[in-house]
């Protein structure tokens, strides 16, 4: 009972009221300091003597503070175009600074309506920095020339170049009109003989996009993946916390609640992830929201490398299509229980969706048919199990005599208990699965709506958002009012119980309470399975009080006109 009612004081926890005039989480706070260069360790091999005359004259020559500020002021934005987002690519370092997804859009206070943008204005998402030799060049402070003012996806490539001494760099972006992928092929010129590193920038966060901001930084993870995906949240992390993680790994993602950047290098042309180091920012927060990532990715004495970059929702089947378990860095189920929760999870999400676009129902509907769906199938099973149940009842008084008669030899009554439900023939288990068998539904649905992006604003009746809680907590009072009802329809006919009287109004009230502020689609699958359950637990309640009542025998002959003896019952 104390789990049930401390539980969303401490997970859910409602939105804090913007200061007027605020912008995003990401965009009001301060930009810190990046990390420091070469925090991932490369993974070529570091000549010991001294770095090439060119490498260091073009080290000398660059000065990172100042170049950055004069590359920041000369910079130019190139927007492509497709009918799926709008992305933005700076000529200061090549840098992604805009994804604008145009199917969705902003729900935080501080810009609900406006198109959704992921990054924040600092992002730091494919900024690179070289490292050859023993010689650090990040090109942040680096002017880019674009081969286009804008483009359309599909069309022409962007490319970009610049030259540094006898270092250059040559960097091809290629746009998929229907996807959120960026295809990144490039060429460093000058890296000898010995190759070097290419440090690829993620982060430092994602911005906010959601009403309930404190809910979509406890989201905030970056993701990685070797033979298994792994997560490490930044509210995690301490401020000025390094976290590494070694390669080769397939992919390096950050993702928030429903959005998700990311690097994947799995194929043999670009090479793999060599590892990645996540650093905290210090925050006067209580915990972490940005991080600094960089990835390393080897590059050949050639100077050639690839990667595909993803920015965009986290829809479940468009990551699967990225291969390599991209779909992994939206995680269902909490870690332990997350083999058995996610199939379960992913096969209710797939109906769902599936119903959704080609039923043409709305995802309100769709709940409402899954409920009685799920009950018509647990049907016999149920029927079976409630009728076990009513068999555990009837012998209850024969157990309390075996109780009474044996308290003081606890294993002569467990004897007397197993031959008890072998002559009967009952399983003291039974009456258990009318509770159990719609656990792993409700669970997987409470990870569905919490991460599936298909629901984000999907509006039903008075609630404006499904996967969001009802602002008027009149869904949770309807599926403990229908919780009470079932109860109060199940305990027709059974023996007056104080406990199972008191538990009769504590349990809806302690669930009414505990799902306040789950998702309203959460509360309305719910309400309408307990609503679905009433008309088979008001056979079953007729049939118990058929077999309760007590047979009149009389024992009193009765003659018939033809002379013969009969008995009435």
């Known amino acids: 009972m104390m789990v049930i009612a401390i539980t969303p004081a401490i997970f859910i926890k409602r939105p804090p009221r913007p200061a007027p005039g605020a912008g995003t989480a990401a965009d009001s706070s301060a930009p810190a300091p990046a990390a420091p260069s070469g925090s991932v360790a490369p993974a070529g091999p570091v000549a010991s003597g001294d770095s090439a ?91 880019f020339t674009a081969s286009a003012d804008s483009l359309a996806a599909g069309g022409e490539p962007l490319r970009l170049t610049a030259t540094r001494g006898p270092v250059g760099v040559e960097l091809t972006y290629r746009f998929a009109p229907d996807d959120y992928r960026i295809e990144v092929s490039g060429r460093v010129s000058g890296v000898g003989p010995n190759g070097g590193t290419l440090l690829v920038g993620i982060g430092p966060t994602l911005a906010n996009t959601e009403a309930n901001i404190e809910e979509n930084h406890h989201a905030l993870a970056v993701v990685t993946r070797h033979t298994d995906a792994e997560r490490i949240d930044l509210g995690g992390l301490k401020p000025g916390e390094t976290r590494t993680v070694s390669g080769p790994l397939d992919w390096v993602a950050m993702k928030s609640k429903y959005f998700v950047t990311g690097i994947l290098a799995y194929d043999s042309t670009g090479g793999r992830i060599g590892g990645a180091a996540i650093t905290a920012r210090p925050t006067t927060e209580k915990r972490p929201t940005e991080a600094d990532v960089r990835l390393s990715i080897p590059l050949p004495p050639s100077g050639e490398f690839g990667y595909t970059t993803y920015a965009g929702p986290m829809e479940y089947d468009r990551l699967g299509r990225l291969g390599r378990g991209f779909d992994d860095v939206n995680p269902y189920g909490w870690p332990g229980f997350r083999t058995i929760i996610r199939p379960v999870a992913v096969g209710v999400r797939w109906l769902l969706v599936w119903m959704h676009e080609h039923l043409h129902l709305a995802y309100g509907l769709v709940l409402v048919c899954f409920g009685i769906m799920v009950r018509i199938l647990l049907w016999p099973l149920n029927q079976k199990a409630m009728r076990a149940n009513m068999q555990l009842q009837a012998v209850q ?39 159990l068998l719609p656990m792993p539904v409700l669970f997987a649905l409470f990870f569905v709506f919490q991460n599936t992006i298909e629901l984000r604003g999907a509006s039903f009746l008075w609630l404006p958002d499904l996967s969001r809680p009802d602002p008027l907590y009149i869904i949770p009072v309807i599926m403990g009012a229908s919780m009470w009802g079932l109860s109060k329809v199940g305990m027709i006919g059974m023996e007056p119980n104080p406990q199972m009287k008191m538990m009769l109004y504590i349990m809806p009230v302690m ?8 998702a309203s689609g959460l509360n309305l699958y719910y309400a309408v399975s307990n609503i679905a359950s009433i008309p088979q637990q008001w056979m079953l309640a007729r049939e118990r009080l058929k077999k309760n009542a007590a047979p009149v025998v009389s024992t009193k002959p009765a003659v018939s006109g033809a002379g013969k003896t009969k008995k009435k019952a």
């Open 53 to 143: 005359p060119g490498v260091s004259a073009a080290r000398d020559s660059l000065k990172a503070p100042a170049d950055s500020a004069a590359a920041a002021a000369r910079a130019r934005v190139v927007r492509v175009t497709s009918p799926l987002y709008t992305y933005g690519i700076s000529t200061a370092g090549g840098r992604l600074v805009e994804a604008r997804l145009h199917r969705y859009r902003s729900i935080s206070p501080a810009d609900s309506g406006a198109t959704a943008e992921l990054l924040p204005q600092d992002s730091r998402l494919l900024g690179l920095t070289l490292v050859l030799e023993r010689d650090t060049i990040p090109l942040d402070g680096w002017t």
């Open 397 to 435: 008084p024969l157990m309390k005599d075996i109780q009474e008669r044996h308290k003081a030899d606890p294993q002569k009554m467990q004897q007397e208990m197993f031959k008890l439900y072998k002559e009967y023939k009952v399983n003291p288990l039974g009456g258990c699965w009318p509770m």
């Open 511 to 518: 669930m009414t309470f505990l799902f306040l502020n789950f």
